[in-house]
């Protein structure tokens, strides 16, 4: 997210760019019609000229120490008692992904990841996603 640049974002297809990510490379995410318009509001009132959010001098991205105090803040806002940290961003966007019922191959794309046994760290089982499994004696 720090190292988004305006032009990274092609809301026509709805994809976000990530560029340089894991393994230096570029992969592409998809954002949805509700986060487009939040980054069209959030550009019209910051006018950002170089990364998509900048810090307090013009040119210069937001920094991740600034960033995890924004989190922190929002999850106690929130109400949210574990600790929280971007890293944990990433593991929940995955965790939902995976209780949403995305495939494992494609949320292995998502994350960048070149093996699925990375992406199973990310993916817990979770007691949501097991209340979903069926027994096959529901079929009789």
Avoid at 10 to 24: C, D, E, Q, T, V
Wanted: charged share 30%; proline share 2%; hydrophobic share 35%.
């Amino acid at each position: 997210m720090l190292n988004l640049k305006i032009g990274d974002v092609n809301s026509k297809r709805h994809m976000l760019i990530i560029r340089n990510a894991k393994g230096y490379k570029d992969r592409q995410v998809p954002i949805s019609d509700k986060t487009i318009e939040m980054l069209r509001e959030y550009y019209k009132m910051y006018r950002p000229n170089v990364w998509l959010f900048e810090g307090q001098k013009s040119r210069e991205r937001y920094s991740e120490k600034s960033l995890a105090k924004v989190l922190k803040h929002a999850a106690n806002k929130a109400n949210i008692r574990i600790p929280v940290t971007l890293r944990w961003l990433r593991y929940s966007y995955a965790t939902h992904l995976l209780e949403s019922g995305a495939d494992l191959r494609y949320i292995q794309a998502l994350l960048g990841h070149r093996g699925s046994k990375t992406t199973e760290i990310y993916t817990h089982v979770s007691q949501k996603c097991l209340q979903k499994i069926k027994s096959s004696f529901d079929y009789l």
